[in-house]
């Protein structure tokens, strides 16, 4: 894992060796934190919950912005802790787990995984889409995209939005072909996200990006849905990488025409 790097003041940003996935800590000015997908080799999660401590910070939950295996997982410097999601994000620890272990990607890095958490319980409200904890604003932004209970996080005195698996530029968008209307809830999301004016965006797979940067994924994103439906082939560069081929055509397969 990458070294901390803070994005903007008091939301620190590091990056795994595994699928570029991100990890962010949202700390507040009395040094309270907020944990957000603590990822993914057991090593990286050691050294998260040790730069935590090395900054004198005090972790007070991890949040899982979804119930994938990459995003609900542990170590023993965070075990303590409680975990937060949407009370919509089921997790069944052995299927899981299972996933974790058969991931391609993952056994390439050669490094043991980190553990799987104990299920999440419903976040605690201060008011409809609010944080109630004793660091600074959260908000929650609740969507069905990607995965049932998906969740982003608002930090708005900054304007940084922690997006999960949405908005990245290295992956597409990854739909989620359980729903009933997978784009139509891809779309509603992405509209949701964009109405946050965020001047940051953190996506849970990539590099974090601008105003400038947001607005151009939100439209890479569209069109990629659009191409999708209509059975046209895009130009996407974001489908040459090797997790995401398999991806798109069984995308394809599912919705378009």
């Known amino acids: 894992m990458r070294d901390l790097v803070e994005v903007a003041p008091g939301v620190h940003v590091a990056t795994s060796a595994v699928y570029t996935t991100t990890s962010t800590l949202v700390v507040g000015d009395d040094g309270t934190c907020l944990v957000v997908d603590p990822a993914v080799t057991a090593r990286e999660v050691d050294a998260l919950a040790a730069a935590i401590r090395e900054h004198g910070w005090t972790p007070v939950a991890v949040w899982s912005t979804h119930a994938h295996w990459d995003h609900v997982l542990d170590g023993p410097g965070l075990a303590h802790l409680p975990r937060w999601a949407d009370g919509a994000a089921a997790t069944d620890r052995e299927t899981l787990a299972a996933e974790r272990d058969a991931d391609h990607e993952l056994a390439r890095v050669g490094e043991a995984p980190a553990p799987i958490a104990a299920p999440a319980t419903t976040y605690p409200r201060r008011s409809p889409g609010v944080l109630d904890w004793s660091g600074r604003t959260v908000h929650v932004l609740a969507h069905s995209a990607h995965a049932r209970g998906h969740t982003a996080l608002v930090v708005p ?64 994103d569209r069109a990629y849905l659009s191409a999708l439906l209509d059975g046209t082939e895009t130009d996407d560069d974001r489908r040459a990488l090797p997790w995401a081929a398999a991806a798109h055509l069984a995308q394809r397969a599912a919705v378009g025409r």
């Open 157 to 220: 005195d900054v304007d940084v939005l922690v997006a999960g698996d949405l908005l990245s530029d290295v992956e597409i968008p990854l739909l989620d072909l359980s729903s009933d209307d997978p784009v139509g809830d891809y779309r509603a999301a992405l509209d949701l996200l964009e109405f946050a004016r965020a001047q940051v965006v953190v996506p849970g797979h990539g590099r974090v990006g601008g105003a400038d940067e947001l607005r151009r994924r939100l439209a890479a």
